[in-house]
């Protein structure tokens, strides 16, 4: 069964986003992909990997971390998600030399979470 999550092939490390969960398998490179957990403040790290969300009025803003994510070559920061009721309704892709940080224009505010994807430590997750 495909769960809504992200998905990392081990072989290629090629990414997926499943926005619905369905009946199957996400297959890559001859063998299933692996459902990334969602690791949250209570994981070491937590400092350069926990999103944080700040809102004003309309506008939402996503930092990566209480100390600033890195955004080398080889470590940072690939994706950040907002997510209400377990639906994605806003991503914003990153690549290195970026800030960890992403701006989002929502009519609503209200319970809603961020996830971020660091390319080296995975999926973490605001609770």
Known sequence: ?????????EICKSIVS???????ELVCCGQPMKLLE?????QEGKEKHVP????????????IGSVPHPMEEKHYI?????LRQEKIIKSARLYSGEKPEAEF?????????????CNIHGLWITK
């Not at 944080?52 to 930092?63: A, E, F, L, R």
């Open 1 to 9: 069964m495909i769960e809504f999550g992200i998905y990392r092939c």
């Open 18 to 24: 499943a926005i619905e969960s369905h009946q199957g």
């Open 38 to 42: 969602e690791k949250t403040d209570e």
């Open 52 to 63: 944080i969300i700040s809102v004003k009025g309309n506008k939402v803003t996503v930092k």
């Open 78 to 82: 690939e994706l950040i998600q907002i």
């Open 105 to 117: 224009c929502l009519e609503n505010t209200e319970n809603i979470k961020a996830r971020a994807l």
